[in-house]
C-alpha cells in the first residue's frame, strides 16, 4: 500500500503563485506515472498534468504555459507549480499515482493510489 500526501496548497492570488508536492510513502513512485487532477464544485475531476518515470509530460489546454510538473524521485516525491494562477484554477488538487495517469500516458501500472486532496482558491 502506498499512501500519498499531498501539500502547498491554500489561498493564491490572481497572477501568483503556488507550489504543491506529492510525498508517495515508497518506493514505487519511481516506477509510476503521477498526475495531478482537480475537482471544482459541481464538476468532474480533471487532468491537470502528468509525468511518466523518465519524464515525459502532459497537460490540459487550460494550464499550459503557466503549471509545470515536476519530480524527484530520489526523494519520492512529485510537484505542481502553478504561476499565472486564475481563479478558475480554484479547486480541490489530488495526486495520483498509478494506472489512472498510467493509462492516459500510454503505459502500464497495475495499481492505483490517490492522495486526500488539498484546496487551492485563488481570490484577491
Same mark, same amino acid.
Given at each position: 500500500q502506498v499512501q500519498l500526501v499531498e501539500s502547498g496548497g491554500g489561498l493564491g492570488q490572481p497572477g501568483g503563485?503556488?507550489?504543491l508536492s506529492c510525498a508517495a510513502s515508497g518506493s514505487i513512485f519511481r516506477l509510476s506515472a503521477m498526475g495531478w487532477y482537480?475537482?471544482?464544485p459541481g464538476q468532474q475531476r480533471?487532468?491537470?498534468?502528468?509525468? /511518466?518515470?523518465?519524464?515525459? /509530460?502532459?497537460?490540459a489546454d487550460s494550464v499550459k504555459g503557466r503549471f509545470t510538473i515536476s519530480r524527484d524521485n530520489a526523494k519520492n /516525491?512529485?510537484?505542481?507549480?502553478?504561476?499565472?494562477?486564475?481563479?478558475?484554477?480554484t479547486a480541490v488538487y489530488y495526486c495520483n499515482v498509478g494506472s489512472s495517469t498510467a493509462q492516459l500516458?500510454?503505459?502500464?501500472?497495475?495499481?492505483?493510489y490517490w492522495g486526500q486532496? /488539498?484546496?487551492v482558491t485563488v481570490s484577491s
Open positions: 503563485s503556488l507550489r482537480r475537482q471544482a480533471e487532468l491537470v498534468a502528468a509525468i /511518466t518515470n523518465s519524464g515525459r /509530460t502532459r497537460y /516525491t512529485g510537484y505542481l507549480q502553478m504561476n499565472s494562477l486564475k481563479a478558475e484554477d500516458m500510454g503505459v502500464i501500472n497495475p495499481y492505483d486532496g /488539498t484546496q
